[in-house]
């Protein structure tokens, strides 16, 4: 079992940054690969980064690549970030972590195991 719990989120202006952090428990949690996905009004949860469980190897949505970086706490092992910057309108939206106990980082909802309650990210033209 594992539990994630977001923060970080708010309101920013565009061009900002924000910096959203997961926090994790459960005694596996390091061995899952975890992502970040994000949802705003009226449309679809959207994929925008992922992580392998050993932080080798991170992917990211065409719209967010480039401005947007996902880390984890090796250390730690118990925490995993996504820094925005360069933040536009269009990234407002409720973010969420989820973890995924497949065998490789994965881009798709469906194959996330656990999820985190979301953090809202509000970003003003």
């Known amino acids: 079992q594992v539990t994630l719990v977001e923060s970080g989120g708010g309101l920013v202006q565009a061009g900002g940054s924000l910096r959203l952090s997961c926090a994790a428990s459960?005694?596996?949690?390091?061995?899952?690969?975890m992502g970040w996905f994000r949802q705003a009004p009226g449309k679809e949860r959207e994929f925008v980064a992922a992580?392998?469980?050993?932080?080798?190897?991170?992917?990211y949505a065409a719209a967010v690549k480039g401005r947007f970086t996902i880390t984890r706490d090796l250390a730690a092992k118990n925490t995993v970030t996504l820094q925005l910057t360069s933040l536009k309108p269009e990234d407002t939206a409720v973010y969420y972590c989820?973890?995924?106990?497949?065998?490789?980082?994965?881009?798709?909802?469906?194959?996330?195991?656990?999820w985190g309650q979301g953090t809202q990210v509000t970003v003003s033209s």
């Open positions: 989820a973890a995924s106990g497949r065998l490789d980082a994965t881009t798709r909802e469906a194959e996330y195991d656990y």
């Open positions: 459960g005694r596996a949690f390091s061995s899952y690969h």
């Open positions: 992580i392998r469980y050993n932080g080798i190897g991170t992917y």
